[in-house]
């Protein structure tokens, strides 16, 4: 086709010099395609450097895997010319304007390529710049006078532009001289790099920021010191803020509402700006309603943030931290506040006692449960109960199966921090913990398990009331290393299930008669029971005096506040 004979625009086409394939590969070479995303040709001509953009894209781009067709690739295209404007078309390329210079658009490109007229040169890649100003990618070919003759003011401010950018510049002599129309001009190669710029701050941000300054200068001093340094704190300030952002973000969407065009039809809904952050938000919603929806949301999600860190449930059984997820539903009603939260944890103390009591009992019942696999019986101790023959005890080693969690497949190593294993392993030293008086120490549990995984140490790892080991066929052997405590747990539950006398830790083995006799000498024997009587305090100690220490360390109490003090 002889392109200057088209009867399109004459002018377009006396400065119409289609690109020549080695000049398109250079001008593609140095892109990181897999980052690319949108990508704009200017000047098009017939759409050999789009095509080309286009193969790029299909071998490196994620689009990939959406199709192989034209129409999955954003590439967009300019062409001033009609004629090849038609051409474009019928190639199946997108062409969005006419001119590139009076081209107004909101759109992003990743990479602008170009090829512009020569004459035009310096307008057309001044052009590229100020639309990548905010970050992006240009390559373009331009007279090589364009750069070495800068008579114009154009020619000037672009050659400032260029060295402030740092522009890679490449001269070619003869590039076009075996192209599809010919010509012998020296052209220059010229690819810039615009850094991305940081975004403007929120003026919403710059609000909030005086509003909390505000705030804590006039909190009363004495709640300052209560909780200073406090995560709780810590965790509800952050809560307000997000919120009260996100309601600010809402009140100014509803200001601006009137002046943006919902649908073209009455009866169209509206695709708000905020339902990234909020969901689905209808503009039928009265402003409350919104907002409050929104709050409810955050809520929600503090919540569950709360109910799940470490430092709020590490004095918790897994059963008390179930129940509390299980509550999240119910409290996007309440707000998210320190009286709340402290509310909340002065209830679940209460309930430490009664957790601790079923996780004890629970234990007891899944060590010593005798399952058809033979293995499992040996965790079980014999003994004559008091008016039972059905009694036992958990021996020093105790088989369990662990359902090969440990050896995570999905992970497809050795994986003792898996949470399931994790969870059940810190049950125990809650309990054992519990049962000796000892301060938690949960966080050093943690720590263990990761040494052992990163080592790989699958056997006797030593944790603090025993060692475990692990192996792939799917069970967990533990040996109890403080048999104190161990005792202790098993008087625990066997004087809960009735199997010793009622006279136990009261009267002395030789103040006993024979049956209550026979009950503890099958149980543990006379120089243990002595033991025990003589370690009282340590052996027999009611529950209730001791289920405080679950919240000991440095734990603050719930009742930091009085009635007037609560936020």
Not at 190 to 199: L, M, S
Not at 367 to 394: C, I, L, M, P
């Amino acid at each position: 086709m002889n392109i200057a004979a088209l009867p399109g625009n004459p002018e377009s086409a006396k400065t119409f010099y289609p690109t020549p394939k080695v000049l398109i590969d250079e001008l593609l070479t140095g892109i990181d395609w897999p980052l690319v995303e949108a990508v704009l040709e200017p000047s098009a001509g017939k759409g050999d450097i789009a095509l080309a953009i286009i193969e790029k894209l299909k071998i490196h781009s994620r689009r990939y895997e959406y199709g192989t067709g034209i129409e999955n690739f954003d590439v967009d295209c300019v062409e001033i010319d009609p004629d090849l404007r038609h051409i474009l078309s019928g190639r199946k390329l997108r062409v969005v304007h006419d001119d590139f210079l009076t081209l107004r658009t909101f759109k992003r490109y990743s990479v602008i390529l170009m090829n512009p007229p020569f004459d035009r040169g310096a307008e057309h890649l001044l052009k590229a710049l100020e639309m990548q100003k905010r970050g992006g990618y240009i390559a373009c070919i331009l007279n090589a006078e364009t750069l070495n003759n800068p008579f114009s003011l154009a020619r000037k401010q672009l050659k400032g532009l260029l060295e402030q950018y740092g522009a890679q510049i490449t001269y070619k002599d003869d590039a076009f001289t075996g192209a599809e129309r010919r010509t012998g001009v020296r052209i220059a190669i010229v690819k810039v790099t615009v850094p991305f710029e940081q975004e403007p701050e929120s003026v919403i941000l710059e609000g909030l920021r005086a509003d909390q300054a505000r705030r804590r200068r006039d909190e009363p001093a004495q709640r300052n010191e209560l909780i200073k340094d406090d995560y709780i704190e810590a965790i509800v300030d952050r809560f307000g803020f997000e919120v009260e952002a996100g309601c600010r973000l809402i009140r100014e969407y509803r200001a601006l509402q009137p002046y943006l065009m919902d649908g073209v039809a009455k009866e169209d809904h509206p695709s708000p700006l905020l339902s990234i952050i909020m969901g689905s938000i209808y503009s039928h919603r009265q402003d409350a309603a919104t907002e409050n929806a929104f709050v409810r949301g955050m809520r929600k999600k503090y919540w569950t943030a709360l109910f799940t860190n470490r430092q709020f449930i590490r004095s918790m059984t897994s059963n008390l931290q179930e129940e509390l997820l299980a509550s999240v539903e119910k409290l996007r009603n309440y707000d998210f506040s320190v009286y709340n939260i402290l509310t909340i944890r002065l209830n679940m103390q209460k309930k430490l006692v009664d957790g601790i009591h079923q996780t004890i009992m629970k234990l007891f019942d899944d060590w010593t449960h005798k399952h058809h696999w033979d293995e499992q019986s040996k965790n079980r101790h014999y003994f004559d109960g008091w008016r039972t023959n059905d009694a036992f005890a958990v021996n020093k080693r105790v088989i369990i199966p662990f359902h090969t969690d440990a050896f995570d497949s999905w992970v497809g190593r050795f994986h003792p921090t898996h949470y399931r294993t994790e969870s059940m392993l810190c049950d125990i030293e809650k309990v054992f913990d519990y049962l000796s008086g000892n301060k938690p120490d949960h966080d050093g549990l943690h720590r263990r398990l990761d040494e052992a995984e990163k080592e790989l140490q699958s056997r006797g790892i030593a944790l603090r009331y025993f060692k475990v080991t692990f192996f792939k066929k799917g069970t967990c052997h533990i040996e109890f290393t403080d048999m104190d405590v161990l005792h202790k747990f098993n008087l625990y539950a066997a004087r809960d299930k009735k199997w010793l006398p009622p006279c136990y830790g009261r009267k002395r083995y030789q103040e006993m008669d024979m049956e209550e006799r026979k009950a503890v000498d099958a149980f543990e024997g006379e120089e243990s029971y002595g033991r025990v009587m003589q370690k009282r305090a340590y052996f027999l100690a009611e529950p209730v005096e001791q289920g405080l220490l679950l919240l000991g360390g440095g734990e603050r109490s719930a009742c930091l506040y009085k009635p007037s003090e609560r936020r």
